[in-house]
């Protein structure tokens, strides 16, 4: 399996970012999909995971803002960013259980 991540970018503390990673090679439709990001200096930290069913987990600070959702047919996750704050600010990473990993895709907001 690869995974293919894009949609970061820089935006303005307030404003919103979609975030979308695809698998492609042998996947399992079955399984879960989500989110990291590391932030500069820090450690990698969990995000998200969406179920193949739809349910999803969430870090409890992050989920007031941020949603996931899935599209089956595409093989594609989608991270939705709103109220982006600078602490935000890092490189967020797909993860496909347990070791599959995109390439990163940076996410700067401007205070």
């Known amino acids: 399996v690869q995974l293919q991540a894009s949609g970061g970018g820089l935006v303005q503390a307030g404003g919103s970012l979609t975030l979308s990673c695809t698998a492609s090679g042998s996947v399992n439709r079955d399984n879960a999909m989500g989110w990291y990001r590391q932030a500069p200096g820090k450690q990698r930290e969990w995000v998200t995971y969406?179920?193949?069913?739809?349910?999803?987990n969430f870090d409890s600070l992050l989920k007031a803002r941020f949603t996931i959702d899935r599209d089956n047919a595409k093989n594609t996750i989608y991270l939705r960013m709103n109220n982006l704050k600078p602490e935000d600010t890092g490189t967020y990473y797909c993860h496909y259980p347990p070791g599959v990993w995109g390439q990163g895709t940076q996410v700067t907001v401007s205070s």
């Open positions: 969406i179920f193949a069913d739809g349910r999803t």
